[in-house]
């Protein structure tokens, strides 16, 4: 069956660190993933998705089909980079996530 | 342009009774879904709607039935609210792959 997996419910870096949030899938054909963001009080956003391979707010996110990952990265944690990081896999017309992980900067 | 608007913000039921969670999009997307967000467990495909008229299954659809009548709406109901079903309910819509979120509405079921 079709899965995203992050591994870790909480993670906590100190500003300035780099950040790095693991996201794993499983799925035999040719995936299409995001990373999502919902900052506290906002609406869950789109962060960024790996056919644009753009850098978004620092971040960027490389898929790599042999490990089936596409882990989400910044060189440099800010403060306002805390917030509940999502990974999404779109197949099938469906769109899944995984359980989410929590990136809490320390000062 | 108000993108995805869902109501209510919040809604306390008790167990057995039905409601509907309203979702409405002015964006003109094809593609609507619904997500029940929980602690730990993260966000979780209810239904989706890949246009007006039709509708499948997600990750968690039992005890949901939703409907597309129009573009613009895809409203969630519960026939018979159970505890279980409390949860956060996101509605998106989206006009490829990119999910457009609404604000949520929490679901409390006693």
């Known amino acids: 069956a079709q899965r995203v997996t992050q591994p870790e419910k909480l993670l906590s870096v100190f500003k300035g660190a780099p950040v790095e949030l693991k996201c794993n899938y499983s799925?035999?054909?040719?995936?299409?993933l995001f990373w999502y963001v919902q900052y506290s009080r906002q609406r869950l956003q789109l962060l960024l998705r790996?056919?644009s391979r753009e850098s978004i707010k620092g971040f960027t996110a490389d898929l790599n089909k042999g490990e089936t990952s596409f882990h989400l990265k910044k060189p440099f944690a800010q403060e306002e980079d805390s917030a509940m990081y999502y990974c999404?896999?779109?197949?099938?017309?469906?769109?899944?996530f995984g359980k989410g992980t929590r990136l809490h900067i320390l000062p | 342009n108000a993108g995805v608007t869902q109501t209510p913000k919040f809604q306390v039921l008790k167990t057995g009774q039905s409601m509907t969670l309203q979702c409405a999009q002015d964006?003109?997307?094809?593609?609507m879904s619904w997500y029940r967000q929980d602690p730990g467990m993260g966000l979780r495909l209810i239904h989706y709607?890949?246009?007006?008229?039709?509708?499948d299954q997600g990750e968690v659809p039992n005890g949901y039935n939703v409907s597309r009548s129009t573009t613009e709406d895809f409203p969630l109901r519960l026939l018979s609210a159970a505890p279980s079903q409390t949860s956060v309910y996101f509605c998106?819509?989206?006009?490829?792959?990119?999910?457009?979120f609404g604000s949520g509405t929490q679901l409390s079921v006693l």
């Open positions: 998106a819509s989206s006009p490829g792959r990119k999910l457009f």
């Open positions: 964006m003109n997307h094809e593609y």
């Open positions: 709607s890949v246009g007006a008229g039709i509708t």
């Open positions: 999404a896999l779109s197949y099938d017309d469906k769109i899944i």
């Open positions: 799925y035999s054909g040719s995936p299409e």
């Open positions: 790996h056919i």
